[in-house]
């Protein structure tokens, strides 16, 4: 296997660890990470799987990815104020109901 | 088999900080987890041969989005003395079937993209074909500005959109407050920045310039200029105030407001909308982006409407 494959293989193993942190996580930061590393996994396939053309990877890809990548950022700067106001609202950063929001 | 050992490293220490992040012990530990992750990614989109896409994640994947993460982390712990509750994780027996059985899809997806017969990319072909009569060296601007110049006009817009939600859900004393505490001013700190911000500034104009011929490029650019002015509001050079001033706006709208300009031009002479009239309309808007994109980081990350100077500056 080229390391192409090596990539594609490192993206599905990344996108299952987002997954997994997405649900397991409880901190919606932690959820964040999660989103990032998802994110990043569909990013690394994007660009491994359309393979090389005249020895470096599809431009259109890249380009998808470089716009995918300001995207996120842009995302995730909004996600942190929602979760900075709900934390001054009511005082945790997390969407669980599971003991009535006694332990925060 | 060097190289591919090289890779394996990458891809199992990718794959270790992601569950670090995902799972540590304390939430800064998942922040700092999650940098490193963002630095590791732009190694393996260079081993990948992307060098324009290793220097955005490097400067907004990595820089960036851990500068805002550990300032959104400062709000939390503002004001308690004990560090924000973490609550521990969620007991899901489902969690693990579901996380493998998506890793699995996503591997079926891309396995089967990367070893299919199918004639591969006939788009990413004909950029490269045709980028001779555009006089463009680098591909990725060419598309970005050319081809898919509506994707980019509307990734700006998703940027200033961001910023004006972000701004409209701050709480009342969003703006008010620094995010940051300057230490005590120390003549290194003065004697440092004089050489830095120039030669921040510098290598931001080089990579936009570059941009057209070789990689770099406006995105690239902006964010290390961003990273010159979180530099600033660390160091109580500039601080942010909760209403923009004119200049700043001027500066927040510049990227938008030139590129659909410039894009409905060519309607008048009835060419396609965003059929770019030239070379120089593709520098003039990737300067305009470069500023704008700099200035929305820079308030995103200072918590801020506006900027004005700081208590040392």
Not at chain 1, 40 to 49: D, K, Q, R, Y
Not at chain 2, 14 to 30: D, H, I, K, W
Not at chain 2, 131 to 154: E, S
Request: aromatic residues 6%.
């Amino acid at each position: 296997m080229d390391s192409l494959g090596l990539y594609v293989l490192a993206a599905a193993v990344l996108f299952g660890v987002g997954v997994y942190g997405l649900i397991v996580a409880e901190h919606l930061m932690r959820k964040l990470f999660a989103i990032n590393i998802m994110g990043n996994a569909i990013f690394i396939l994007l660009v491994a799987a359309s393979g090389p053309i005249q020895g470096s990877p599809d431009p259109v890809p890249q380009a998808l990815v470089l716009t995918g990548i300001v995207i996120a950022v842009s995302a995730t700067a909004f996600a942190l104020a929602l979760m900075v106001r709900l934390y001054q609202e009511t005082g945790q950063a997390t969407l669980s109901s599971r003991d009535d929001g006694d332990d925060g | 088999m060097t190289l591919f050992l090289l890779d394996g490293l990458i891809v199992v220490g990718l794959v270790t900080l992601a569950y670090q992040a995902v799972s540590s012990r304390s939430l800064f530990r998942g922040i700092i987890h999650f940098v490193v992750f963002g630095l590791t990614m732009a190694l393996a989109w260079a081993r990948v041969g992307a060098p324009d896409l290793a220097m955005a994640e490097a400067a907004i994947g990595a820089g960036l989005t851990g500068a805002l993460m550990l300032v959104a982390y400062r709000r939390l712990v503002e004001g308690r003395s004990d560090s924000p509750a973490d609550p521990a994780p969620a007991q899901s027996r489902l969690a693990l079937p579901i996380a493998i059985g998506s890793g699995l899809l996503v591997g079926v997806i891309g396995l089967s993209a990367l070893f299919s017969e199918v004639e591969p990319a006939q788009a990413g072909q004909a950029v490269l074909s045709e980028l001779q009569q555009v006089d463009l060296g680098n591909p990725i601007t060419a598309v970005l500005l050319l081809y898919r110049g509506l994707d980019t006009l509307l990734e700006v817009a998703v940027l200033l959109t961001a910023f004006l939600a972000a701004r409209a859900v701050a709480g009342a004393d969003g703006g008010e407050g620094s995010a940051t505490t300057p230490a005590p001013e120390t003549p290194m700190v003065g004697a440092l920045l004089a050489v830095v911000i120039p030669l921040t500034v510098l290598v931001a104009i080089h990579l936009l310039r570059a941009g057209s011929y070789e990689p770099g490029g406006a995105f690239q650019g902006g964010a290390v200029l961003a990273g010159a002015g979180v530099l600033l509001i660390l160091s109580g050079r500039i601080a942010a105030t909760p209403v923009a001033g004119p200049l700043i706006r001027m500066g927040l709208l510049a990227g938008l407001v030139s590129f659909m300009l410039i894009g409905l031009v060519p309607l008048l002479k009835g060419s396609p909308l965003l059929a770019l009239p030239g070379l120089w309309a593709v520098y003039f808007i990737e300067t305009a982006m470069m500023l704008s994109i700099a200035i929305t980081l820079i308030l995103l990350f200072a918590g801020g409407g506006g900027l004005k100077r700081g208590r040392n500056g």
